[in-house]
């Protein structure tokens, strides 16, 4: 997924010439925090509604307030892994997109980027999680892979994260396409990987993927 496919072309632009008042109501009226500021096909930057409110004149063009503003863009053909990096490192609702002529094209909401995430990693496809803790030196995907395939099942998704208190040990979040992982559980066990967690509670793994997300989002952060 690249993004040119997850752009909307109808997110409300600002210009130079305009003002805090008709950014927050813009703002109000698309239900984000963040407006693309444009000059013909330019892009100028990203305001945000905390920068607007911090203005001390919410009358006056931004142009003449000399407001300076972030300036995170992705092209149309860069990955949905690169969109996800860019968007937690700014904190932002939506992120521009530019041709190959660095022209704006439209902006890709968070909204749509955690959907097609959540595609990626098969949350809406029954299974059961299971979360391994181990070394980053052990990790070996062949050897998980036929773990897993030795107990008749599938992986449907896989992603590591590393530990925020120790940057030698990793995550590595199984989603499988049974509910009963007792074998695979043991068979895991057998070959002496620690199991930190199993999830087969349709609740449960729905916490334990935004949990996953938001320290998938930090190592993309570098």
């Known amino acids: 997924m690249i993004a040119k496919d997850l752009l909307e072309v109808d997110i409300p632009t600002l210009s130079e010439v305009d003002n805090g008042l008709k950014a927050l109501s813009l703002m109000e009226s698309v239900r984000i925090t963040d407006l693309p500021v444009i000059q013909g096909m330019n892009y100028i930057g990203l305001i945000s509604e905390n920068g607007v409110l911090e203005l001390n004149d919410m009358e006056s063009s931004f142009e003449s307030l000399r407001m300076q503003f972030i300036r995170p863009h992705v092209h149309k ?6 969109i996800l990096g860019l968007m937690f490192r700014f904190r932002i ?15 890709i909401r968070r909204d749509t980027v955690l959907e097609h995430f959540c595609d990626l ?32 099942a599938k992986v449907l998704s896989l992603f590591v994260t590393k530990s925020e208190s120790n940057n030698s040990i990793m995550w590595v979040t199984i989603k499988v396409n ?3 992982v007792s ?8 070959y002496t990987y620690k199991i930190k ?17 938001e320290e998938f989002m930090k190592y993309l952060d570098f």
Request: aromatic share 8%; hydrophobic share 35%.
């Open 77 to 82: 053909d860069e990955h949905l892994f690169e």
């Open 93 to 107: 609702s939506i992120l521009p997109v530019l041709d190959d002529q660095h022209r704006y094209i439209g902006s």
């Open 121 to 152: 990693a098969t949350v809406k496809d029954p299974g059961a999680l299971l979360v391994l803790e181990m070394p980053i030196t052990d990790y070996s995907l062949t050897e998980i892979s036929q773990i897993v395939e030795s107990n008749n």
């Open 178 to 180: 049974v509910m009963d």
């Open 183 to 190: 074998s695979i559980v043991a068979t895991f066990e057998r």
């Open 197 to 213: 967690g199993v999830y087969n509670d349709d609740s449960r793994v729905n916490d334990l993927y935004h949990d996953r997300f």
